[in-house]
């Protein structure tokens, strides 16, 4: 089947520190990956996607690179702020195939709290 | 602000009861997919409409049911609610085709079954 494990949580950084959080994926196919962040009392957010092997999604300073070889799209952030604390969720899309075609497989999440 | 709108914010009711759950798209967007948000479930994919038409099914239980409307808007409806029904709900609204698609999600409804 089709499954995305992202590393446990929670993740405490200090402001300005360098952020990876992991992310890996199963998939019969071909998938775009995403990442979605959800701050406290909000939905989702898309932060970032990458749609082909060694695409380099970004925003917001956030980067991460699908990398087909090793099934991963890792999140990683140069300098972390208080305000990126949030949960984040690394999901993938499959784009071909039956009754899954379109939906959003996603991790657990990783709860991430930047300390000043 | 995604542009996906969903109604209302919080629920309250009691086991056994009936509620619906409402979803307006983007503008322009033609599939809607809904998905909930539990603690021990995480984010589950429940269905997907597409212009009016069911596409996909996900871990949808029976007593669930959608549907898309002819001006696009969604509505969830849960019955015979249970204890475990207490979640989060979401709606996304998805732009672009295949491998480009992406969805963009509301702020969700938290459902409190009591």
């Known amino acids: 089947g089709n499954s995305v494990t992202q590393m446990e949580g929670p993740v405490t950084l200090s402001e300005e520190a360098f952020l990876t959080i992991n992310c890996t994926y199963t998939a019969t196919g071909y998938p775009s990956l995403f990442w979605y962040v959800q701050y406290p009392g909000e939905g989702l957010q898309l932060l970032l996607k990458?749609?082909?092997?060694?695409d380099k999604g970004s925003n917001k300073g956030f980067e991460a690179t699908y990398r087909k070889e090793t099934t991963s799209f890792h999140l990683e952030k140069g300098s972390v702020q208080v305000s990126d604390s949030a949960v984040y969720f690394c999901a993938l899309k499959l784009n071909a195939g039956g009754t899954s075609y379109g939906k959003l497989t996603f991790g657990q999440g990783t709860i991430l709290t930047v300390h000043p | 602000d995604s542009g996906v709108t969903q109604t209302p914010k919080h629920l309250i009711t009691a086991t056994g009861q009936r509620v619906t759950l409402r979803c307006s798209p983007r503008s322009g967007d033609l599939s809607v997919y809904w998905y909930q948000q539990s603690l021990d479930q995480g984010l589950q994919f429940l269905i997907q409409?597409?212009?009016?038409?069911?596409?996909a099914k996900g871990n949808i239980l029976e007593r669930f049911s959608a549907q898309q409307f002819p001006d696009l808007h969604s509505e969830l409806n849960l019955s015979s609610l249970e204890l475990g029904d207490s979640a989060l709900y979401f709606c996304?609204?998805?732009?672009?085709?295949?491998?480009?698609?992406?969805?963009?999600f509301g702020p969700g409804t938290r459902l409190l079954v009591l």
């Open positions: 990458a749609t082909k092997a060694d």
């Open positions: 409409y597409y212009n009016g038409e069911e596409r």
């Open positions: 996304a609204s998805s732009v672009g085709g295949a491998r480009q698609e992406t969805q963009y």
